[in-house]
Nanobody, 124 residues
Framework: QLQASGGGLVQAGDSLRLSCAAS????????VAWFRQAPGKEREFVAA????????NYADSVKGRFAISRDNAKNTVDLQLNSLKPDDTAVYYC???????????????????WGQGTEVTVSS
């Protein structure tokens, strides 16, 4: 089970830190990711991190502004959102799966476990 938190209403240029806590799984064995879904749009990839690699993979739209990190001991994955823009407004979801190949990392269908989502609203 995944539980996301940390969303809120902020102004453009502000920062937020989202957190996702996992329970009932050996988290270190999982690839973890964040996706987002804006109103009227499809869910899109934001960032991901393989279980064996501390380097994050990012969507071009957030590269340099967002940072994904994980703490396997605490069973958490965080997403630091900096320099937020109104276009970042969305519900953010964390996801995890044990068997995600690199070529599928950005596809929502690759992940079996999902959090409930946390809403981020960025005003201009």
């Amino acid at each position: 089970q995944l539980q996301a938190s940390g969303g809120g209403l902020v102004q453009a240029g502000d920062s937020l830190r989202l957190s996702c806590a996992a329970s009932g799984v050996t988290f270190r064995a999982y690839t973890v990711a964040w996706f987002r879904q804006a109103p009227g749009k499809e869910r899109e990839f934001v960032a991901a991190m393989k279980n064996y690699n501390s380097n994050g993979n990012y969507a071009d739209s957030v590269k340099g502004r967002f940072a994904i990190s994980r703490d396997n001991a605490k069973n958490t994955v965080d997403l630091q959102l900096n320099s937020l823009k109104p276009d970042d407004t969305a519900v953010y979801y964390c996801a995890a799966d044990r068997q995600v190949i690199s070529s599928s990392m950005k596809r929502a269908q690759a992940y079996a476990y999902w959090g409930q989502g946390t809403e981020v609203t960025v005003s201009s």
